[in-house]
């Protein structure tokens, strides 16, 4: 069999033809690595782009789990068991028949998802939310379709699901995605072509004595308009920008709605329980620490914040902002009062 030389065994041939050491010739032996690559299945997604999609649905899963656990009124645990890219044909082959098959719109991406829920666990939860125990309601492990009744209630506990893939996803797109219909038979799933890639994260979820896999197809087709965005670079940076910018403006939003005492503090005395037991109607209380004209303080819940006078607005008390107080006057403050108490 005739041998194709690279370029370095003719380099060396040459140097041993010109010194006259040729029968000591030995050709350099490649040390190349070959991957094997099939043509069939090829490999659309990078490892980092699965590690992003991981990361993304571990938050989906932590979400899901107090979702359904406030649903379905007991412990459920999920976590995210695995993320693999196969071929959607393969997806459908590996699950059950009949089983629950919710076809997904992700809008605004061009294209749908599956979300698919074991037997086993859909049965429970149906079970769980008729007031039963959360057992099983298949008899020697025959697996039956669902009544119309039954698919009224996964629509329910799927809607739910859906709102916190709308969270898990915020960070990448702002994901709105909507339940279509639900198919007992994966061949009548066919989203996108059986030799077509997709991605498939696979949830383990619990609870009470039940075990089971929930399984999240998305074809490549699908997700191929953000695929850049599934890199670890550009979640950390998003990630960044949102808990600068949308969770501070949010805070800031929330905040401006909340409730707080305001008390305008004219002055203060002390007094002995059996004093202010007896006082009546007409009496005088002498206060010690302010004088006539001298501003009052404005306290904003225990922190005094303004220099205010009273006076009056319309038929009705008021006071009036003049200042603000500074930390420097607080402190300075803190210290009279301190010295006031020692010398009482």
């Known amino acids: 069999m005739n041998e194709v030389l690279s370029q ?158 709308r969270e898990a996803w915020t960070q990448v797109i702002d994901l709105r995605p909507r339940l279509g219909q639900i198919e007992t038979n994966p061949q009548f799933a066919q989203i996108v072509p059986p030799s077509e890639m997709a991605v498939l994260v696979t949830l383990e979820t619990k609870f009470a004595e039940v075990e089971g896999m929930i399984n999240f197809c998305i074809p490549y087709l699908t997700i191929e308009p953000i695929i850049s965005k599934l890199s670890s670079q550009y979640w950390f940076s998003s990630v960044r920008r949102s808990s600068t910018t949308q969770y501070l403006g949010t805070l800031k939003e929330k905040l401006a709605t909340v409730d707080m005492d305001v008390v305008a503090e004219i002055g203060s005395i002390q007094l002995p329980i059996r004093d202010v037991l007896s006082l009546q109607k007409g009496d005088i209380v002498r206060l010690s620490n302010i004088r006539v004209g001298e501003p009052i303080t404005l306290s904003v819940g225990n922190k005094q914040k303004f220099y205010c006078q009273p006076g009056v607005v319309g038929k009705k008390m008021a006071v009036q902002v003049i200042g603000k107080i500074e930390e420097t006057d607080t402190e300075e403050f803190e210290e009279l009062s301190v010295e006031g108490d020692e010398t009482l």
């Open 8 to 165: 370095d065994d003719i380099d060396q041939l040459l140097t041993a033809i010109s010194t006259g050491d040729s029968d000591n010739f030995k050709p350099v032996s490649d040390t190349r690595k070959i991957k094997l690559y099939d043509f069939k299945r090829p490999d659309k997604f990078s490892k980092e782009q699965i590690r992003t999609v991981s990361v993304m649905h571990e938050t989906f899963a932590r979400l899901t789990t107090t979702s359904l656990s406030a649903q379905l009124r007991t412990l459920v645990q999920v976590h995210v068991a695995s993320v693999d890219q196969l071929t959607y044909e393969e997806f459908t082959r590996s699950i059950p028949s009949p089983t629950t098959l919710a076809v997904i719109n992700m809008d605004p991406l061009k294209g749908n998802a599956v979300l698919e829920i074991d037997p086993s666990i859909t049965f429970s939860m149906i079970d769980r939310l008729f007031g039963g125990k959360g057992v099983t309601s298949m008899t020697n492990n025959k697996v039956r379709e669902l009544t119309d009744i039954e698919q009224s209630v996964m629509e329910g506990i799927i809607v739910r699901i859906l709102a916190n893939m």
